[in-house]
């Protein structure tokens, strides 16, 4: 976070000094996310019991947009997330998904054994419409998009109630698309800092509707290690809530 | 220069010479005494049971080998210990029948794993021949090393047993021990 923050500041003494007159035809946003999965799946399955249900992620985005007229903007942006950050909660979910017949152990392994890769990429292309007032800007906009969304591997351990009875579970949520469609709608809240600079808040929704995905569950047992293996499949509307916060550069002076 | 190589050299030798016999010279651990209790894994994990009736899925014994650390041993930089009284065959028996293949007094060895970190591990292979011991320090200062063995083959009716668990070391030193009877339920 301190390294977030350190880039953000820099970003904006270094643009500040490169304040020009008059609009540009393009605008380089440069932004952090945080993006909270919201998505309601069925409670039945175990993949509403690992993190998908309520994942929380940090990410970045950076999107390029192109000054059509005074009130309308067409934009291009890609957003990457990093892990989940929402661990301890999963473990609570898989305690409550398990509860009448096993004890979820070994629980520090319940995590995306993929750490260095960014869980989830989006690319979308959209239009805004703004407005100004001063130097506050408001926008509106829709876009659509792919979202590519890395397959993850859980594992950890069950031992069953009353029993000398363990097993390592292990878990890969496998999307059935390698690109899914989604559409966000959004709203941006921009400051004037200067004639290049501007400072933005802004929110956006990602739905990504029926995205088909196998759950990959092999349960071995430990002692004879005898693995079973299943795969259930599931169509699930992936939802998606962003609060981003960033800046904007004003490029090519008109 | 040949002296310099026969230096570098000389040191490489004596280095792995002592990296190779530090650990058995300074790092050892004596079985002095064994004991044994009863354990019932109903819940997270095994835990020494006073009861006189378990159910069979989840019972288990806890093996406790006392142990006396050498001279030489220094607990406090090194937990783990080689046994030197390693130990060269375990029975495990049944004052009952056990099941129609088990009569009273037969080993009862593979009814039983060891179970710890999450693996299973064969009695014979995990106690016998060299190994590190995973020891421990009581509030008295004595060292024991605690081990479980979780009953995996389940006998064939409810009878009460007394579970007796006999070592025989290398060495030919024998340790013997005898959980409280239990009554194991189906």
């Known amino acids: 976070m301190k390294t977030l923050t350190k880039f953000l500041l820099i970003i904006l003494i270094s643009n500040c000094a490169l304040s020009q007159d008059d609009e540009f035809r393009f605008g380089l946003h440069i932004g952090v996310d945080y993006a909270n999965q919201i998505s309601n799946f069925s409670s039945s399955s175990i993949y509403s019991a690992i993190d998908e249900n309520q994942a929380h992620h940090f990410g970045i985005h950076a999107k390029a947009s192109l000054n059509i007229n005074s009130n309308w903007l067409a934009y291009f942006k890609i957003q990457a997330t990093g892990r989940n950050i929402n661990l301890p909660e999963t473990t609570n979910s898989l305690e409550s998904y398990y509860d009448d017949h096993f004890y979820v152990l070994q629980t520090e392994r319940v995590r995306n054994t993929e750490e260095d890769k960014p869980e989830n990429i989006f690319a979308s292309i959209g239009g805004m419409y703004r407005w100004t007032q001063n130097k506050w800007e408001y926008q509106l906009g829709l876009g659509v998009g792919f979202a590519s969304m890395s397959n993850l591997e859980y594992a950890y351990i069950l031992k069953e109630k009353g029993a000398n009875q363990y097993y390592e579970i292990n878990i890969v949520p496998k999307y059935g698309n390698m690109v899914n469609l989604f559409i966000e709608p959004n ?14 808040v802004s929110g956006t929704y990602n ?7 196998t759950i990959h569950n092999t349960k071995t047992d430990l002692y004879s290690k005898f693995p079973i293996e299943s795969d259930k499949s599931y169509k699930e509307s992936i939802q998606f809530l962003n609060l981003n916060l960033g800046l904007v550069i004003g490029l090519w002076q008109k | 220069m040949k002296m310099i190589k026969f230096g570098v050299y000389l040191l490489l030798v004596s280095g792995l010479i002592f990296a190779c016999t530090q650990k058995y010279d300074n790092e050892l651990v004596n079985i002095e005494k064994i004991n044994l209790f009863l354990s019932d894994n109903r819940f997270e994990e095994p835990t020494t049971s006073n009861e006189e009736s378990l159910s069979a899925k989840a019972f288990g014994l806890k093996l406790y080998l006392d142990l006396e650390l050498t001279e030489d ?7 783990d210990f080689s046994v030197k009284n390693t130990i060269d065959s375990i029975i495990i028996t049944s004052s009952s029948n056990f099941d129609s293949e088990h009569q009273s007094g037969e080993n009862l060895i593979n009814h039983f794993s060891v179970f710890e970190n999450y693996m299973f591990y064969s009695v014979q292979d995990y106690l016998s021949g060299d190994r590190v011991a995973k020891v421990n320090e009581r509030k008295d200062g004595s060292f024991f090393e605690s081990i479980d063995l979780l009953l995996k083959e389940l006998p064939t009716q409810e009878e009460n047993h007394e579970f007796t668990i006999r070592i025989v070391t290398m060495n030919n030193e024998v340790f013997e021990a005898t959980s409280p009877s239990i009554q194991l339920t189906l």
């Open chain 2, 73 to 79: 041993s220094d607990w406090e930089d090194e937990p």
């Open chain 1, 187 to 200: 709203a941006n809240v921009a400051y004037q800092l200067n004639r290049r600079l501007k400072i933005f």
């Open chain 1, 207 to 213: 739905i990504m509707p029926n995205v088909p995905i």
